[in-house]
């Protein structure tokens, strides 16, 4: 992992319709007296216009599309996806998936952003919430396991890069003993390590996707992730 420090601040956007968002402000908050970065809350096109980098918190994906029409963002929000480093944990990942399965035509609303397919509550729903011990590639001190906060969370069912887009690296897998029985078996063996189901964190250029909640731990080291290895590069190569 890369050792950054910035000569100029960075500002965050958190994205603040509904959901989790003060939970980010206070992660980011923990992390930024070292890596100098400022947060603003984002509910209006001209917060986004002040952004190096936006974070979709967890919420209810339908909502936070909704609001996000209502105060006409939707289409700046999509603009910035193409320009800077966006993270989308559980519902947010939702909103920057390309698609996804069994999506009412005129229903959910995607900005898209990340070449994947996931389903909503693809784990099942409330009462099917877990919590695991994850192994996360390229997190500070990556040998202590993340503890990820699955809530009606989504479940990736296919990645589709095309020959133009960022490649993707997957950055961590649940262990496929830990899938729920409403996930279905993986294959013969219900052993397969490389199904898509599988896959919980993952990046796609400057983009990051959670299908849990690091802003619910106590731990900020997703948080510092994003910062040190999404945004700061980004903004230093402009
Ligand atoms: N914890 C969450 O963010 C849940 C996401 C929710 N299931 C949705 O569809 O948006």
């Not at 500002?11 to 603003?40: D, R």
């Not at 909502?63 to 939707?74: K, Q, V």
């Not at 919590?131 to 993340?146: I, K, Q, T």
Request: with cysteine; glycine share 8%; proline share 6%.
């Amino acid at each position: 992992m890369q050792e950054s420090s910035p000569r100029q601040d960075v500002t965050i956007g958190i994205l603040a319709l509904q959901g989790a968002f003060a939970e980010h402000q206070v992660m980011f908050q923990k992390v930024s007296s070292k890596k100098k970065a400022v947060i603003v809350l984002v509910r209006t096109e001209e917060d986004l216009g002040k952004c190096d980098a936006l974070v979709i918190p967890g919420g209810e994906s339908t909502t936070i599309a909704l609001l996000a029409r209502l105060a006409g963002l939707l289409g700046p929000l999509r603009d910035f996806l193409k320009k800077k480093p966006v993270w989308g944990t559980c519902a947010g990942a939702i909103l920057l998936s390309q698609a996804i399965e069994g999506a009412k035509k005129g229903g959910q609303e995607l900005l898209g952003g990340i070449s994947v397919t996931t389903a909503r509550n693809g784990w099942g729903s409330q009462v099917e919430s877990f919590e695991a011990s994850l192994e996360v590639e390229g997190l500070r001190e990556a040998n202590r396991p993340f503890h990820g906060i699955f809530i009606r969370a989504p479940v990736v069912l296919q990645l589709h890069p095309s020959a133009t887009d960022p490649p993707i690296e997957v950055i961590s897998r649940i262990s496929s003993s830990l899938l729920p029985a409403s996930v279905g078996p993986l294959d013969e063996d219900d052993t397969d390590p490389r199904d898509p189901r599988t896959i919980v964190a993952l990046r796609q250029g400057s983009h990051l996707l959670t299908t849990f909640h690091p802003e619910l731990t106590k731990d900020n080291r997703f948080h510092e992730y994003f910062i040190t290895e999404c945004v700061l590069p980004s903004v230093c190569n402009k």
